[in-house]
């Protein structure tokens, strides 16, 4: 089993910013990083989960109407952890690393062919173990050709679970369903639900790395 780290390490950090993803990536019982992205007003690919800009207070914008170097103004980290944005691209190329690297893209809009070519002339430029996820069904058909895989979960995509993507990717309540002769992805786990997973070929997508790393070396010395 490999372990995934959703977002990177925020233990410490804000989710998806640069301190948590590169603090992931240096971790040795971390086999690869989960982080989002969506596309800025001025087609920026940028690192980042949520459709607004916000703090727990203030809502800033919407991502997709600001432009990167407005996006730029806002702190995404803590007050003791400031960070900015992070644009996929310069993530991306000051990587060096073998590890598995799963790109979620966030986007509701299912003509966007702007967001897929931009991805593909990113990816296309570096020699990274890259996989691409979505909920998107029309979103990922178009990257076939790449390490792609459809999200399934919480009622979405269900209809779809048996598809012609590379990988499965779902959460841990519909795994047993899966296709289990590819490579799967299981997102929703924690060091309680690992232990019902049999499959030693998985992926294991975890806001707990370290404990879930605990408890699959306590599985295996069993």
């Not at 459809?150 to 598809?163: H, R």
């Not at 929703?188 to 806001?207: A, E, F, P, Q, W």
């Amino acid at each position: 089993m490999k372990i995934i780290a959703h977002r990177g390490l925020h233990a410490h950090y804000k989710q998806n910013t640069k301190e948590a993803l590169y603090e992931a990536l240096e971790k040795e019982y971390i086999d690869g990083i989960e982080f989002d992205i969506r596309m800025t007003k001025d087609k920026k690919l940028v690192i980042i989960h949520s459709p607004i800009i916000s703090t727990s207070s203030i809502r800033f914008g919407i991502v997709k109407n600001m432009t990167y170097r407005k996006l730029l103004k806002y702190n995404i980290g803590t007050k003791e952890e400031p960070s900015k944005i992070l644009l996929l691209e310069q993530f991306l190329k000051n990587l060096k690393t073998d590890k598995i690297i799963l790109i979620d893209i966030k986007e509701e809009n299912n003509d966007n062919i702007t967001l897929v070519n931009k991805l593909i002339s990113i990816i296309n430029k570096y020699n990274l173990n890259i996989y691409i996820c979505s909920f998107n069904y029309n979103i990922i058909k178009h990257l076939n050709e790449y390490n792609v895989g459809l999200l399934v979960g919480y009622g979405i995509n269900k209809e779809k679970m048996y598809n012609h993507f590379k990988f499965n990717i779902v959460h841990f309540n519909e795994y047993e369903k899966v296709n289990k002769k590819k490579e799967t992805f299981i997102w929703g786990i924690n060091s309680k639900n690992v232990s019902k997973i049999k499959n030693k070929k998985t992926y294991l997508i975890t806001d707990f790395p370290y404990d879930v790393y605990l408890k699959v070396d306590e599985l295996h010395k069993k």
